[in-house]
């Protein structure tokens, strides 16, 4: 499985991006997804991550403000972060795995990460 991120860049604190994620390779439509980050000098942090079945899971850090959806019919997996904050600057991963493992930042297969930066 390969994915690959797209949709970052610098915004204003309360301003909105949204990340995209294409999913190709042997996909499954069984795969839970998940979007992860990782500030410097900080571990990696799940954020937000979604089941087949469309249950989804947020951090309490993004709870409101980030939504996690996902296409199966297009391998697509779009994370819409709204009122940004200065703290949510990382680098933005996505993540696909057969296993659940929702915030756990153990899944097998990983993108390259997208830069999102919140500044004035």
């Known amino acids: 499985v390969q994915l690959v991120e797209s949709g970052g860049g610098s915004v204003q604190p309360g301003g909105s991006l949204t990340l995209s994620c294409a999913a190709s390779?042997?996909?499954?439509?069984?795969?839970?997804m998940g979007w992860f980050r990782q500030a410097p000098g900080k571990g990696r942090e799940g954020v937000a991550a979604?089941?087949?079945?469309?249950?989804?899971e947020y951090a309490n850090s993004v709870l409101g403000r980030f939504t996690i959806s996902r296409d199966n019919a297009k391998n697509t997996l779009t994370l819409q972060m709204n009122s940004l904050k200065a703290e949510d600057t990382a680098t933005y991963y996505c993540?696909?795995?057969?296993?659940?493992?929702?915030?756990?930042?153990?899944?097998?297969?990983w993108g390259r990460g997208t830069q999102v930066t919140v500044s004035s």
């Open positions: 979604i089941l087949p079945n469309g249950y989804t």
């Open positions: 993540a696909a795995d057969r296993v659940a493992w929702l915030l756990l930042p153990r899944y097998n297969y």
């Open positions: 390779g042997h996909t499954d439509l069984r795969y839970c």
